[in-house]
């Protein structure tokens, strides 16, 4: 049996993608691991995750740098524990406005109870702040370099963890707890084993060295978990060998975003149930591309869902977890407006034509291009925020032509593919674009464009040519046959 209490941001949350889903399988799966998260974050914040499917239901939660402390379905107060903490707060505003005489302190705007949360800087009177936070009875909390907590006396994620830990009666052996920053220092004070995960704040690495029972681990986040999971004996069984999850050699471990405007499945409703279910027109593009991750392959397909309302949350979901245990389908929503404007309107009646040459039923409008380079500013910052370290990108088609521009300023460590699945016309033709300029600046902060054929190639080449000056400074074989980078996409044997 298992019981791990867990940081949630750059621990639980953190990680290659790869490593989450193999821990959060894991948990799922095991009817002997218990968990719990032991979180800085306030309650309000952390209920999102519980609507998460990807992610594992905690059995406790404990919040607020551990002033909080619930059960993880009914989120219910755990008693007397809650009372008992209440008991030693000053209360808010009292803690405040003693607190905020103090200077370089500057409020974190976050949901947060019984607790004061800042940020501090080297200007901040650390002498004046220590004299409030004594005279309030309450103890202070530095961690990262900026953050600082200041608590009820006594109370901390450690000191919760072990009143929950003795409610509970688990034995101590059976409990491991991770963690990121000197914030979760207090969990290594429990004389539980513990792992410090990959990446994480020094202080804290170095405040738990000498201490037997603290593994220092090499993979951050969720990796980091698991490395100790394998290392601990008493827990290295809950790891079969079929659970273990292995990238395919011939792939890569690098995660791989596949970004495309569809989906690869339809969304049906069948009994009041969503249900994934293969698409109904012919597309063979999308069997190409989700053949890539089949054994495993990290990664995650972005694609815009329609949405009833604006600014709807869309949580990600497994494409299909049987065939690609390890691809999560990533949501950008969009309405109904959004969509005809973006992908049914302009992107039909401006770029369509365009590319293939078809001039005389152009149609632009400055308005729908700036809906569009909007929506591709969405795919951009959700492609940021999915992506691993150093990950590889793969964009598809001319629906994206701008998200390149702006990913590459996000995610400058990551490596970008552009694959065009049309035509690409000649320069005189492409340069009626009125945008044409801001276009190829974007497609040229990619580390790779693909085209169907070589004559698509030079046209691109003569675009290219004509917007700035070029230099060519190498020219290599791609296949045996062509002397450019044009990939006859689903064309296995040339003859």
């Not at 193999?22 to 952390?46: A, K, P, S």
């Not at 929950?164 to 914030?183: F, H, R, Y």
């Not at 950008?332 to 407006?337: E, F, N, R, S, V």
Request: with cysteine; hydrophobic share 40%.
């Amino acid at each position: 049996m298992l019981l791990l209490a867990t940081d949630l941001d750059g621990t639980f949350l953190g990680g290659k993608s790869v490593h989450k889903q193999q821990l959060y399988r894991l948990i799922r799966n095991r009817q002997d691991i218990r968990l719990v998260f032991v979180t800085g974050r306030g309650l309000e914040t952390v209920i999102p995750l519980l609507n998460d499917p990807v992610i594992p239901h905690p059995d406790y939660i404990i919040c607020d740098v551990g002033a909080t402390v619930v059960n993880g379905r009914s989120l219910d107060p755990i008693e007397p524990m809650q009372s008992s903490i209440e008991d030693k707060w000053p209360g808010r505003l009292p803690a405040r406005n003693k607190l905020k005489k103090v200077k370089g302190l500057k409020w974190q705007e976050v949901p947060q109870s019984r607790r004061c949360s800042f940020f501090y800087d080297k200007e901040t009177d650390m002498d004046a702040l220590k004299e409030v936070v004594e005279s309030l009875n309450c103890d202070l909390l530095i961690s990262a370099g900026k953050f600082l907590d200041v608590l009820p006396k006594g109370v901390n994620k450690g000191s919760t963890l072990k009143q929950l830990i003795s409610l509970l009666k688990v034995p101590e052996e059976n409990i491991l707890v991770a963690g990121d920053t000197m914030n979760d220092l207090s969990l290594y004070e429990t004389g539980y084993k513990g792992v410090v995960v990959g990446k994480a704040e020094q202080k804290l690495v170095d405040a738990v060295q000498g201490k037997e029972k603290i593994y220092v681990a090499e993979d951050a986040g969720a990796g980091g978990i698991l490395e100790a999971i394998e290392h601990f004996p008493e827990f290295r069984d809950l790891v079969t060998h079929e659970e273990a999850i292995k990238p395919v050699e011939h792939t890569g471990e690098n995660q791989l975003l596949m970004v495309y405007h569809r989906l690869p499945f339809e969304v049906r409703e069948v009994n009041g149930e969503r249900v994934n279910v293969p698409h109904k027109s012919p597309n063979g593009i999308i069997p190409s591309l989700t053949g890539f991750f089949r054994g495993g392959r990290s990664g995650v397909w972005i694609a815009w869902e329609q949405i009833d309302k604006k600014n709807q949350s869309l949580r990600n979901i497994y494409v299909d977890e049987e065939t690609f245990p390890n691809l999560l389908a990533s949501r950008i929503g969009l309405t109904k407006k959004d969509v005809d404007t973006f992908y049914k309107t302009f992107s039909k009646e401006a770029f369509w034509p365009t590319i293939f040459s078809f001039i005389d039923k152009v149609q632009f409008n400055h308005t729908h291009w700036e809906h569009f380079v909007k929506v591709n500013r969405l795919f951009a910052e959700k492609v940021a925020a999915e992506a691993d370290h150093g990950a590889l990108v793969w964009l598809h088609d001319y629906n994206l032509w701008m998200t390149p521009g702006v990913l590459r300023q996000l995610r400058p460590d990551l490596k970008i593919g552009f694959f065009h699945h049309t035509s690409f016309p000649p320069a005189d033709i492409f340069n009626i674009i009125p945008w044409r300029g801001e276009i190829i600046g974007s497609l040229l902060q990619c580390d790779y464009i693909g085209f169907h054929i070589p004559r698509y190639v030079e046209n691109f080449m003569d675009v290219v040519k004509s917007q700035m000056p070029v230099k060519v400074l190498k020219t290599e074989n791609c296949t045996e046959r062509f002397l450019t980078y044009s990939c006859p996409l689903g064309v296995e044997t040339i003859t």
